[in-house]
């Protein structure tokens, strides 16, 4: 009796998950299991019925390809739920997926949520991670994860400058003493720079290209800086004149060119969030250098972008895109030594 009662508790706890539910990315980390999905937070669903068909990367191949009844959609927008129902559903697809193996077990949740987020998308949010199946949801804010997640010393005094350049907000928080003394995030991230590739099509070569092609060419090709090195790429689109497939070249500056507009918005972002910041937490990130993570810390010489706007040193992430659910991950494995590093629920 006693034994079966610990063998619950056990597989219960084990059961735990901390969840990274980003615009463009969600991933969720178990004890056991360490990072054990990595999927797009994306979805298809029937038209009418709103029904679930597919969720995560199976729904990229289907980009541009669905026939009139199934609709693909992306149910957060600037790092919040967008889409209630939608994203509910594609969690539940995701955490079932996890548990494929085992009985259902309700799981306790850590949700990494953005840091400015409101009481009123707080409140979305455990709601809706409780229907996807949660048995309890407890919140950290994206910097706090992402910083545990670079092993950096939250809890001491020393201040700590973390920049997040997801797919829907970039978020800069200095951090000291376990919480955020001050922070500046904007809806400009990893999406704009991809917007911004299509537009720059669009108005110089008349042409159309889809995202998931766009976002290969900013990842492929595209820099922060004028001097990165030089790299071409041969595109494929719609001519906007003649309506007919069309290829060109396009190089490394042109896609400079395109996103330099929304690098500049994030480079202001970061000179507001330091203007802010109190001297004392100042010197300590002089000293420390900024710490760099999400998915947009990978564009090529952004590290040198803010480095020659700053003057500071930036050290980026050894792994940008799971620094948030990895360190969420942390906390929650010690979650009682850790509870001043969660959000308060409401
Ligand atoms: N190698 C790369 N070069 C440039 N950008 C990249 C690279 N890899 C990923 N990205 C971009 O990073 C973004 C996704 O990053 P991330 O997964 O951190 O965002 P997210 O957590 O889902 O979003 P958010 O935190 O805003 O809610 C996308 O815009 C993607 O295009
Ligand atoms: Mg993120």
């Given at each position: 009796m006693k034994l079966n009662r610990l063998f619950r508790w056990l597989s219960l706890e084990s059961s735990n998950m901390a969840i990274d539910l980003g615009t463009t990315n969600t991933l969720i980390y178990t004890k056991a299991g360490g990072v054990i999905l990595d999927e797009n937070s994306m979805v298809a669903l029937h038209k009418e019925t709103k029904e679930l068909i597919e969720a995560g990367k199976e729904v990229i191949p289907m980009l541009g390809r669905?026939?009139?009844?199934?609709?693909?959609?992306?149910?957060?927008?600037?790092?919040?739920?967008?889409?209630?129902?939608?994203?509910?559903?594609?969690?539940?697809?995701?955490?079932?997926?996890v548990q494929k193996k085992k009985l259902f077990i309700r799981p306790k949740v850590l949700v990494a949520v953005p840091s400015g987020i409101t009481p009123v998308e707080k409140k979305a949010v455990i709601n809706t991670v409780q229907e996807a199946g949660a048995r309890e949801v407890m919140l950290v804010s994206e910097p706090i994860a992402g910083a545990v997640g670079m092993s950096l010393p939250v809890k001491e005094p020393t201040g700590h400058m973390v920049i997040d350049i997801g797919g829907g907000t970039t978020e800069i928080a200095v951090i000291a003493l376990s919480g955020i003394v001050n922070q500046v995030s904007i809806k400009i991230a990893g999406n704009e720079l991809t917007d911004s590739i299509q537009t720059y099509l669009y108005d110089e070569y008349n042409m159309a290209i889809g995202k998931a092609l766009a976002e290969k060419v900013k990842k492929d090709i595209g820099a922060a800086v004028t001097t990165a090195e030089d790299r071409e790429m041969e595109i494929s689109g719609r001519d906007l004149v003649d309506g007919l497939p069309k290829s060109i070249k396009i190089k490394t500056n042109e896609v400079y060119e395109a996103m330099k507009e929304a690098l500049g918005l994030i480079k202001n972002a970061m000179k507001k969030a330091l203007s802010e910041t109190p001297p004392e937490l100042a010197s300590d990130i002089v000293e420390k250098g900024v710490f760099l993570t999400g998915g947009g810390a990978l564009i090529r010489g952004i590290d040198k972008m803010i480095q020659e706007e700053t003057d500071l040193k930036v050290k980026i992430a050894d792994d940008p895109l799971r620094s948030v659910v990895l360190g969420a991950g942390i906390i929650l494995d010690n979650i009682e030594e850790n509870r001043n590093l969660l959000m308060e629920s409401l």
């Open positions: 669905t026939p009139k009844d199934i609709i693909i959609s992306e149910p957060l927008e600037d790092g919040v739920i967008a889409d209630f129902k939608v994203v509910e559903d594609m969690l539940r697809f995701f955490i079932e997926k």
